[in-house]
């Protein structure tokens, strides 16, 4: 039995705000000067208009990003969302419809979705996570027209949970014939504000009638300041150690914990799930294959990699009870479809020449258990 996770970053339409990148440190030292203005009792003329300037570049111009137009992929039609549009009408010259209307997603490019599923193929699990998925038509397009472009069968069933964020960033599994979704099951695990995040447990029994409980998670960073996304982190690992010990006490043993933690394994808020519990990181596996970084990196350990010689920080996770451990027969990460902006180098498809091209800044991991 193969599992594998890969945060995908969409399939093919991507919220916009993921896509435009921050002002860096510029954004930061605005930040701070619109904060130092607007405690002021009394602005001047010209600290008002700069007020203003700040207001505009940080971006608090913007309406609310909630999508009510939304372009599909297949032909390009355009479809209205809202109140007045629940059913999705497609906007045309029957419709009297004239005007204009900024989407808030923008496409991805065919050759990196190509990419994405080039990287699904190539592993060919049995069980695949994906996180970031936009909606379940993309997924089942993708599943159905663009894995078997590359010799990779269909699933035979695919599950996409919507998260409560409004950027399309959903959490999807596809099993191949003989698996079975029993149960699926939301634990409310803290969060920041309103945006509360849930992990998902799946319970599958595998051909062999054994049972699996899955535990996925994607952790969004919520706020700019680090240290309150670390407080948050850390109690969110905390509810997710408990519920993995709870599953452990009523005798499932046989668990996994896959997603994206946003965080390198020795950070603290990671600990109560790492360090607190027995479950085991499948990179310290020996069975654990990887491409080696080029060059001198190839001998290069570096702060928060996923070993030697694999220097891209981890962020991405399987952790597995001892039980399930103790069963593995191999396993790896893919990251050929990744792009190698700077040091470190490693070895990717000749389909993957830019960054715009790769299929996600995310590798997949994957292991292969006996069952």
Not at 268 to 290: A, C, M, R, W, Y
Request: proline share 4%; with cysteine.
């Amino acid at each position: 039995m193969k599992i594998a996770t890969f945060n995908i970053q969409n399939l093919f339409h991507r919220d916009k705000s993921l896509i435009d990148k921050p002002f860096g440190k510029m954004l930061s030292d605005w930040i701070k000067e619109l904060d130092t203005l607007m405690r002021k009792s009394n602005n001047s003329i010209l600290e008002q208009d700069r007020i203003r300037e700040l207001s505009f570049l940080i971006g608090f111009e913007k309406s609310s990003p909630k999508p009510y137009a939304v372009l599909r992929r297949k032909s390009g039609f355009l479809y209205m969302k809202g109140l007045h549009h629940s059913t999705e009408t497609k906007a045309s010259n029957l419709t009297d419809w004239n005007g204009w209307i900024e989407l808030q997603t923008l496409p991805i490019k065919p050759s990196a979705t190509d990419n994405k599923a080039k990287v699904i193929a190539d592993v060919n699990s049995d069980i695949l996570l994906l996180h970031e998925v936009e909606d379940r038509a993309s997924l089942e397009e993708f599943n159905q027209e663009i894995l078997p472009k590359f010799n990779c069968k269909p699933y035979a069933q695919s599950f996409v949970i919507q998260s409560n964020d409004i950027k399309g960033l959903e959490t999807a599994i596809l099993l191949r014939e003989g698996y079975t979704l029993k149960t699926i099951k939301t634990h409310l695990i803290g969060g920041y504000s309103d945006q509360f995040q849930h992990l998902l447990e799946y319970e599958i029994t595998t051909p062999t009638s054994k049972n699996l409980w899955v535990l996925a998670i994607y952790l969004t960073n919520h706020n700019t300041d680090e240290k309150t996304n670390v407080v948050i982190r850390k109690s969110q690992m905390i509810n997710i150690a408990k519920i993995y010990e709870v599953l452990i006490a009523e005798g499932k043993t046989n668990v996994i914990i896959t997603g994206t933690f946003n965080a390198p394994s020795y950070c603290d808020s990671l600990s109560p799930l790492i360090q607190g519990t027995n479950t085991k990181d499948i990179t310290k596996h020996l069975s654990f294959e990887v491409d080696i970084d080029k060059g001198n990196d190839a001998n290069y350990f570096r702060l928060g990699a996923y070993r030697m010689g694999v220097n891209i920080k981890q962020k991405d996770y399987m952790l597995l009870s001892p039980a399930l451990f103790d069963k593995m027969k191999d396993s790896g990460l893919n990251r050929k479809a990744m792009w190698p902006e700077k040091r470190p180098q490693w070895t990717t498809y000749k389909s993957v020449t830019n960054k715009n091209v790769a299929a996600s800044e995310h590798p997949l991991v994957w292991g292969n258990l006996f069952t």
